[in-house]
């Protein structure tokens, strides 16, 4: 692997130099300090002048596989809009969800997004999309019996299997092993109960979608003597700092409290619950106030279109000034927060920051265009002025993966992905 000189880049104010090797941000200095460096070897330098540092995004929880499913369900109610996906998904295979996968990944880096929390089938075709196109997926086993106890013995055996094969080869090459069940609607009590146990003996982060919508809450008091998802959660144990729980959108005073004590990872989703109309009363000031590490997803594109995490962030703090009425809800700072070392903490990455050590995940901004042309904090435009188009060129592990909005092979990725979807039914 060789290294990286970013000359003149602008991080956090400041022109800085920064040099990158194997894969970590080794030097920030003041710009200028480039010249006294001994750079021996293969070095590629990039004069960033103009252009602007932020950490790769982080986005908590995607469906890869679903890149090619997008407008296909529009203007449905959350569950008949699910019963659809699921019969459609029936259709799949493992080269289908590779191709979609890397159709993804194109998206995310284009967007300035490095490390994605993906739950989907096929998880190793994600996996592999992810290696080649450079960015690191978290991503595992996906467990999801419908109450069925043959397809639950079945899953549980796979699941074991899957893990030997996986695990310490992903670890090795920078992905994330994970395990992951759908939810407490669609997953049987006992199954939820073995992967709980399953994640917390093989130190796995554990990534669920939870009280997403008024329905299931409802269902669920009612099939559990008026316990709430996350009690219900709670009553089985299931709750606990390696969980990375999507939604938490319809949640009382009592959930949060659990989620904090457990140390349970929140992924906020509003798009995909707008759309949906699950709602949008996420309760962030609540959640933070109690102390809980709150991240950001974009959801599958069947639901929320596209994985453009800027987008995300936009929309998740105007919806949070608006329905709180209180418009310092969400500031600029915890907004970035969510999007990179929140995320960071939930996988125990060393990423999310652009500080020396840490692990060179970086988008490279452009601010030359009408959008920057102000005297505002840079993260103001960033967020609510700009788009991501404006995301230049991305580092991910010490990599270009996009340089000068230029992806390699990305013509191939949709030529290839276009074959794919030419086979599938979806509709
Ligand atoms: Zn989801």
């Not at 594109?301 to 995490?309: K, V």
Request: net charge negative; charged share 25%; glycine share 6%.
């Amino acid at each position: 692997m060789g290294s990286i000189l970013l000359k003149d880049i602008t991080i956090a104010d400041e022109r800085k130099d920064v040099f990158i090797d194997k894969g970590r941000i080794v030097r920030i200095r003041p710009e200028g300090s480039c010249v006294e460096w001994d750079i021996a070897g293969d070095c590629e330098v990039m004069d960033c002048s103009g252009k602007v540092a932020i950490p790769g995004f982080i986005n908590m929880h995607t469906h890869a596989g679903m890149s090619l499913m997008r407008g296909i369900g529009e203007d449905m109610l959350f569950h008949e809009w699910l019963d659809k996906i699921w019969k459609i998904e029936a259709g799949f295979d493992y080269d289908y969800v590779y191709w979609a996968a890397k159709v993804a990944c194109v998206e995310m880096i284009r967007t300035g997004t490095t490390t994605f929390n993906d739950q989907y089938w096929y998880f190793q075709a994600c996996q592999k999309a992810a290696a080649e196109m450079g960015i690191r997926p978290a991503v595992g086993y996906d467990i999801m019996d419908r109450n069925d106890p043959e397809e639950a013995l079945r899953q549980m055996d796979q699941c074991q299997q899957k893990y030997e094969e996986a695990c310490d080869l992903w670890n090795k090459e920078g992905a994330i092993y994970e395990l992951a069940f759908h939810a407490i609607y669609s997953v049987s009590e006992p199954m939820m109960i073995w992967a709980a146990d399953f994640a917390r003996k093989h130190d796995l982060p554990l990534h669920i979608h939870l009280s997403e919508t008024r329905k299931e809450v409802e269902d669920c008091k009612a099939a559990h003597g008026g316990l709430s998802p996350v009690e219900y959660l709670d009553s089985i144990g299931v709750l606990g700092p390696n969980l990375l729980a999507a939604h938490c959108l319809w949640i009382s005073d009592h959930d949060i409290e659990l989620l904090a004590r457990h140390g349970v990872h929140c992924i906020h989703n509003i798009n995909s619950n707008a759309k949906l109309s699950s709602g949008y009363h996420f309760r962030y000031e609540d959640m933070h106030a109690a102390g809980v590490n709150i991240c950001i997803g974009t959801d599958g594109c069947a639901s929320s279109n596209n994985l453009d995490l800027l987008e995300a962030m936009k929309t998740s703090a105007l919806f949070q000034k608006a329905w709180t009425g209180n418009p310092k809800a969400l500031p600029l700072n915890e907004l970035l927060d969510m999007a990179t070392i929140n995320g960071a903490k939930a996988l125990r990455l060393d990423s999310g920051r652009l500080e020396e050590g840490a692990l060179a995940d970086i988008s490279i901004v452009e601010t030359d265009s009408s959008y920057f042309l102000s005297r505002a904090p840079f993260l103001a435009n960033l967020v609510y002025s700009a788009h991501s188009d404006c995301i230049d060129s991305v580092i991910a592990n010490g990599r270009f993966v996009m340089r000068n909005r230029e992806i390699p092979d990305e013509k191939e990725v949709l030529h290839e992905a276009r074959q794919a979807l030419s086979k599938i039914k979806t509709a």
